[in-house]
Nanobody, 125 residues
């Protein structure tokens, strides 16, 4: 069973930067897709950035150019990072990392993700 643990959130001023990390323990999957999602109060959860096991990336239009996703793998530990620059108040949300193993490394829809972290809060003022 894979456990995902996020960290790195916090309260920052607009224009600042944050680096979110997600560590996935006990993963022996070779083909997967990992993403960062966010959910603001009163809004639906949305995908903001994703990366395939083969390293292809995707970004929501609203964050392209400001968010950068990357990953590193060490044995059965997945390390997922989201670098956020030029933060805006509308970036305020709970940020979640998620792992999908159901598409053999291909892009997954939100309801196909089978592992989720507990989230880390980002607040921009």
């Amino acid at each position: 069973h894979v456990q995902l643990v996020e960290s790195g959130g916090g309260s920052v001023q607009a224009g600042g930067s944050l680096r979110l990390t997600c560590v996935g323990y006990n993963s022996d999957y070779n083909n997967y897709y990992m993403s960062w999602f966010r959910q603001a109060p009163g809004k639906e959860r949305e995908a903001v950035a994703g990366i395939a096991s083969a390293a292809g990336t995707s970004y929501a239009a609203s964050v392209k150019g400001r968010f950068a996703i990357s990953k590193d793998v060490a044995d059965t530990v997945l390390n997922l990072t989201l670098r956020i620059d030029s933060l805006k108040p509308e970036d305020t949300a709970m940020y979640y990392c998620a792992l999908c193993t159901r598409r053999n490394g291909g892009f997954c829809s939100q309801n196909e993700y089978n592992y989720w972290g507990q989230g880390t809060q980002v607040t921009v003022s």
